[in-house]
């Protein structure tokens, strides 16, 4: 073997050690509130988690505003062949909920992406969502449930709500009532952070 063929070995393999054991791909799949809807770049939770992780683990960040379950299937088979994610952080159903669309049509979507993504190796994260009350308590009693369902079915790491502890605070969301401020980002990636399964 060449001088220069052991020099680059020996490079690879320094580069080889120096990847952190037990690193992760994280991929999250959510709407805006994942996307960081209305606020400045680097502000939102998942930003803030991708902050407190990199460079040790690393953040896909497939979140898009509007984004319904039905769209999120859609677009999960090509993030799981580009990226090979080891944790998938599932955020989705506010949208479906928010437009009336049918429960059972969300939470069969949402069961696809749980299977698809341990098809593909990865751990699932499922983030819990509640509606506003004017949705009327029937309706908003069934969403609820469906990710209660989805997670005890699957047994997976659940967040039962992404908005926990400020949900019923107006001051902790913009103009729009439905996205909040950067001041609550934090504790949302907290939240999150809490039931990701890192080593």
Aim: net charge positive; glycine share 8%.
């Amino acid at each position: 073997m060449s001088s220069a063929m052991v020099k680059l070995v020996c490079i690879l393999f320094a580069g080889w050690l120096a990847l952190p054991a037990s690193a992760a791909t994280i991929l999250v799949m959510g709407d805006s509130l994942s996307a960081g809807y209305g606020l400045a770049p680097g502000q939102g939770w998942v930003s803030l988690l991708q902050q407190d992780l990199e460079p040790k683990h690393r953040i896909i960040n497939a979140s898009i505003s509007g984004e319904t379950s039905d769209g999120g299937l859609a677009r999960l088979p090509d993030a799981l062949r580009r990226h090979k994610p080891d944790i998938v952080v599932l955020e989705l159903g506010a949208n479906d909920g928010l437009r009336g669309l049918p429960l059972a049509g969300m939470e069969r979507n949402l069961q696809q992406m749980i299977t698809l993504s341990r098809q593909a190796s990865a751990r699932v994260v499922l983030v819990g969502m509640a509606l506003p009350s004017n949705y009327g308590p029937q309706y908003t009693a069934e969403f609820r449930a469906v990710y209660d369902r989805l997670a005890k079915r699957n047994q997976l790491s659940y967040v039962p709500l992404l908005l926990v502890g400020f949900a019923t605070d107006i001051s902790k969301f913009q103009p729009d009532g439905l996205h909040p401020v950067a001041s609550v980002q934090a504790t949302m990636m907290r939240t999150v952070k809490a039931k990701l399964p890192l080593k």
